[in-house]
Nanobody, 114 residues
């Protein structure tokens, strides 16, 4: 059984930074994609960034130049470094692991407010 455990959310002022972590456990093939999605109140869940086990990160236009996704394949852990945060980044952030199936973390709240 695959499980994803997220950490690192919280309250930060505009312009600040946060780092999210997602640790995956269970039977996970070497080739997979890990990503971060977010969902703001009243909005659909959207892809923020993703990264294949061989590299090649993808970023949504809204976060390019501010967010950086990385991963440690040995630990099956993905990270999302979020800099220059804006109020519109406020959302619940979900970790996603995809190979044959899709797996989701429980979500972590990120609030950007002064």
């Amino acid at each position: 059984q695959v499980q994803l455990v997220e950490s690192g959310g919280g309250l930060v002022q505009p312009g600040g930074s946060l780092r999210l972590s997602c640790a995956a456990s269970g039977s996970i093939p070497r080739m997979n994609t890990m990503g971060w999605y977010r969902q703001a109140p009243g909005k659909q869940r959207e892809l923020v960034a993703s990264i294949f086990s061989g590299g090649s990160p993808y970023y949504a236009d809204s976060v390019k130049g501010r967010f950086t996704i990385s991963r440690d394949n040995a630990k099956n852990t993905a990270y999302l470094q979020m800099n220059s945060l804006k109020p519109e980044d406020t959302a619940v952030y979900y970790c996603n692991l995809r190979f044959v199936s899709n797996y989701w973390g429980q979500g972590t709240q990120v609030t950007v407010s002064s």
